[in-house]
């Protein structure tokens, strides 16, 4: 053991580059926080925060997120100081593909672990956490039980529903209807059962095939606006929609998001989109809470906290329940003459 020891102190002296991260999980969905190694993003706002890390940053989104030190399901974030008055701190969302707008297992890993690291302190009983993220200001509650986040809790950005019922000739497919949503990022929302297919393990490679070739047949043939910000109008994944299998259960989610990413949780932003759809469809009634399962059958627990209007488009504001746990403190080290120092993905 005593070698090992000196073994590692040497290694630590030479010339690696070090980037240290916390990871946890949400739900079964990985989330990897870059915590020191690393230039923090700059600028003045958070959109223009994440334009500058897609230009600047995007060779440590690809160390951490590729292989050999992530894998094609892999998600994580940087984090940035604020830019918006009294929040606690700026988030910028990093996959397979690039940088998302926003993301709701994410703001519930993040919320766990900046508590019971210390790195928010929790002073009043129910404080909330704020939070800048690209899609707009998140607020986050920590649910506590002594010294330990038991669940957090977090008001999404206004969410919405501008198309339902429409119809896309897909390649391969025919023709698939969806419903278009909007919960920090747009998402089409398929019937899986119209596909022949289910929200299960079993259907995992289907699940990524068609919702690869949904997505990339609505982007070819669709332009997706958001009301507010250019940034935000792209659709990010297709979130097939399954009956559950398990009681007291709304519905079951598989989202397949950016490089054909699956979502191991029933997807933060998606259950707000989804939420958003319901209420357009006169399903759903604010305040009512539900629970929506993931492919793994880990769940979230969501309600519509109110309703509000972006421009003349009518919205909501979703609340989203769901737990995280930390998985490991690491030190990755990057070799500047390993020839995959840059990492690789295999889908």
Do not use: W
Not at 156 to 184: C, H, M, Q, R, W
Not at 238 to 259: G, K, L, M, Q, Y
Not at 291 to 313: D, G, H, V, Y
């Amino acid at each position: 053991m005593k070698k090992i020891h000196s073994f590692c102190k040497r290694l630590h002296q030479n010339k690696y580059l070090k980037i240290k991260t916390i990871d946890s999980h949400t739900a079964g969905e990985p989330f990897r926080i870059i915590t020191s190694g690393v230039a923090e993003p700059v600028r003045n706002t958070i959109l223009e925060k994440r334009k500058y890390a897609k230009k600047h940053l995007d060779h440590i989104r690809k160390i951490l997120m590729f292989e050999p030190r992530g894998h094609a399901d892999m998600y994580g974030c940087f984090i940035t100081e604020p830019v918006t008055k009294n929040t606690d701190f700026g988030i910028l969302f990093i996959h397979n593909e690039g940088f998302s707008t926003m993301c709701g297992h994410g703001i519930i890993a993040i919320t766990t672990v900046a508590v019971e690291t210390g790195f928010v302190k929790i002073k009043t009983p129910g404080q909330m956490i704020r939070i800048d993220t690209p899609a707009g200001l998140v607020t986050a509650k920590p649910n506590m039980d002594n010294n330990r986040v038991e669940s957090v809790t977090f008001e999404n950005v206004p969410s919405f529903a501008p198309k339902l019922n429409e119809t896309i000739d897909v390649p391969g497919l025919g023709k698939v209807s969806y419903d278009l949503g909007f919960g920090g990022a747009f998402y089409a929302f398929v019937n899986a059962s119209d596909l022949g297919i289910k929200c299960t393990p079993e259907y995992f490679p289907e699940l990524v095939k068609k919702g690869r070739m949904i997505k990339n047949a609505i982007m070819a043939s669709k332009q997706i606006v958001h009301p507010l910000e250019e940034d935000l109008g792209f659709l990010y994944g297709t979130i097939f929609v399954d009956t559950p299998d398990i009681e007291n259960v709304h519905s079951r989610h598989c989202c397949i998001f950016a490089e054909g990413e699956v979502d191991r949780s029933p997807t933060g932003t998606g259950v707000s989109a989804r939420l958003a759809i319901l209420n357009e469809k006169n399903e759903i009634k604010p305040g009512v809470d539900i629970s929506i399962n993931s492919i793994i059958n880990t769940s979230f627990t969501c309600k519509i906290a109110r309703l509000t209007q972006i421009e003349n488009q009518k919205a909501i504001i979703p609340e989203v329940t769901g737990t995280a746990y930390i998985t490991g403190v690491h030190e990755f080290l990057i070799d500047p003459d390993d020839p995959l120092n840059q990492g690789f993905i295999l889908r």
